[in-house]
C-alpha cells in the first residue's frame, strides 16, 4: 500500500511516461516461434514481422512461468518478460531445447522500456515526432523519438492505448525529456502500480505465477482454445470444460486501506484474499483480489480480516 | 540388499524391432537407423519423436538391439536412459510405446511426458 502520487491523474486524463522493469530477451533463430508455439498456450504458428501477441509460459500443471509478450522484428522476437523473470523464461526455454536453432539472448539492463498510457498517449506520441496511427494495434516498429532510434509497442492497457518504447539505456534520458517535451507526465512505479490496479490488469507474483493457472488470473485472452498441443493444455483445457477453475482475479473497491493478503469473508465463508491494493487519486482505494468462484459475483460485499470496518465490493476487473 | 537398476541404455523390444525395419525398408534405408528423440512440447512438457534416417547424426549415441541401429542425441539420452521401445499392435494398439522409467506423468494420448 501507498499512497497516490498526483501524476497518476495523467494516466486517466492525460500521458503518463513510466519506466518500466520487464524482463527482456531478444531471440532469433529457425525454429525460435516453433518452440514457443510448441511451449506456450496462444497460438504462435506465424507472427508476421511488425506484430506481437502475449502468451503464457505454463508448465505440465498448467502453472504460470511468466505471461510473455513476444513482438516480431528484423528478423527476430523481443520478447518482454514480467519483472525479475527473464532469467527464470530463459532456463526454462533452454531445458526444452533440444537442438532446435534458437538463441535467447538476455537484454534486460541494456534495453530499458518506458511505457506511454493515457488517453492523450497517442497524440504525445505524434507530437514527438512519432505518429501513433501508423502503428497498428498490436503492433511494433521502429520510431525516431528525440533523434533515438526506438522500437514501440502499441497495445491496449486499461481504457485506452498505450506505448513501450524500447530504446538503449544510454539513450533513455533523451527519450523521455522528447515525450516529456511533447506533454507526457512522468509517473513513478507508485503511481503506475496504482493504475495497474485500477484497470484490472494481474502482475506476476501477485495475480499469478507457480501459484495458480492462467485462467484463475482471467489471462483467457493469451491462450488459444484450438491451437493443438502445448506443455500444460491437457489441465488447461480440462479446467475450461469441466469449469474447475477454483478462483477467479476479481476487482475490488475497498471502503478504506487493507493490507495486500488480507482474507475476504463473505458472511463466514471465506471469499479469496487481496493480492494487490492501491489508493486511487480520488482519495478511494482499489485493490485485485482471487476469489474463489463461487463468490466471485459482481456486487458481492466482504470484510477484510486485518481492516476492520472496512468493506470490499467485488466486481469484474475492466480489461477482462 | 541391492536394489536391481534399469540398464542406462534404450532397448527395442521384438515387436518394435520388426516394424521399424518394416518401415525402414518402405523407406528405402534398410541399413539405416532410428533416431530417437525428444522435444519440448506436448501437455506435459516433453514429446517422443522417432525418426528415420540414412546414418546417425554426428554426435548421437549408437546402440544396436534386436538388429536394429538406434541413434539418440546426448540430451534426449538424458530424459531416455532406461527406455524400452514396444509396440502395441491390433485394433485397439496404440503403435510405439516408449517405456521410459524417467517419466513421472505422461498425458493421455501417451506421446508426451514429464520428469
Not at chain 1, 516529456?180 to 490496479?197: N, Q, S
Not at chain 1, 502445448?230 to 471502503?255: D, F, H, N, P, W
Not at chain 2, 554426428?58 to 521401445?85: H, M, N, P, Q, W
Amino acid at each position: 500500500m501507498s499512497s497516490v502520487p498526483a501524476s497518476t491523474k495523467a494516466l486517466r486524463e492525460g500521458a503518463g511516461l513510466a519506466v518500466r522493469p520487464f524482463g527482456v530477451l531478444w531471440i532469433t533463430g529457425a525454429d525460435a516461434l516453433d518452440l514457443l508455439n510448441r511451449l506456450t498456450t496462444n497460438k504462435l504458428e506465424s507472427l508476421p514481422d511488425g506484430t506481437s501477441r502475449a502468451t503464457v509460459l505454463t508448465n505440465g500443471d498448467g502453472r504460470v512461468l511468466d505471461l510473455l509478450h513476444l513482438g516480431a522484428l528484423d528478423a527476430g522476437y523481443w520478447c518482454l518478460t514480467s519483472p525479475g523473470r527473464a532469467e527464470a523464461v530463459t532456463e526454462w526455454l533452454d531445458t526444452y531445447t533440444f537442438g532446435e536453432d534458437i538463441t535467447v539472448a538476455p537484454r534486460t539492463g541494456q534495453v530499458s522500456v518506458l511505457t506511454l498510457a493515457g488517453p492523450r498517449a497517442g497524440a504525445v506520441f505524434a507530437a514527438a515526432g512519432a505518429p501513433a496511427d501508423a502503428l497498428a494495434p498490436d503492433g511494433l516498429a521502429h520510431a525516431a523519438i528525440g533523434g533515438v532510434d526506438a522500437v514501440v509497442w502499441r497495445y491496449g492497457f486499461g481504457p485506452a492505448d498505450a506505448f513501450d518504447v524500447q530504446v538503449n539505456v544510454a539513450d533513455q534520458q533523451a527519450v523521455r525529456e522528447a515525450l516529456e517535451g511533447a506533454g507526457a507526465t512522468t509517473v513513478d512505479e507508485a503511481g503506475w502500480e496504482a493504475h495497474r490496479i485500477a484497470c484490472g490488469v494481474p502482475a506476476h507474483g501477485a495475480e499469478y505465477g507457480a501459484f495458480n493457472n492462467p485462467l484463475e488470473a482471467r489471462l483467457e485472452w493469451a491462450i488459444s482454445d484450438d491451437k493443438g498441443c502445448y506443455t500444460g493444455q491437457e489441465v488447461i483445457a480440462r479446467l475450461q470444460t469441466y469449469r474447475k477453475v477454483q478462483r477467479l482475479l476479481m476487482a475490488v473497491r475497498l471502503s478504506g486501506p487493507a493490507p495486500v493478503g488480507a482474507v475476504l469473508r463473505a458472511g463466514d465463508a471465506e471469499a479469496g484474499a487481496l493480492t494487490s491494493v492501491a489508493a486511487q487519486p480520488d482519495g478511494s482505494w482499489a485493490a485485485l483480489a482471487l476469489v474463489r468462484t463461487a463468490h466471485a459475483t459482481p456486487g458481492i460485499s466482504c470484510t477484510v480480516e486485518g481492516a476492520p470496518g472496512v468493506q470490499a465490493t467485488l466486481a469484474i476487473p475492466a480489461t477482462s | 540388499m541391492t536394489t536391481a537398476q534399469a540398464p542406462l541404455t534404450i532397448t527395442i523390444t521384438e515387436s518394435a524391432a520388426k516394424h521399424v525395419r518394416s518401415f525402414m525398408a518402405a523407406e528405402g534405408f534398410a541399413d539405416g537407423v532410428l533416431r530417437v528423440a525428444v522435444k519440448g512440447g506436448g501437455c506435459s512438457g516433453l514429446t517422443y519423436v522417432l525418426d528415420i534416417k540414412a546414418a546417425a547424426p554426428e554426435g548421437d549415441k549408437v546402440i544396436v538391439d534386436k538388429g536394429v541401429t538406434l541413434a539418440v542425441d546426448r540430451k534426449s539420452y538424458v530424459f531416455l536412459a532406461g527406455t524400452e521401445l514396444d509396440y502395441s499392435g491390433g485394433l485397439n494398439g496404440k503403435g510405439f510405446v516408449f517405456n521410459n522409467p524417467n517419466a513421472k506423468k505422461a498425458c493421455g494420448c501417451g506421446t508426451s511426458f514429464s520428469v
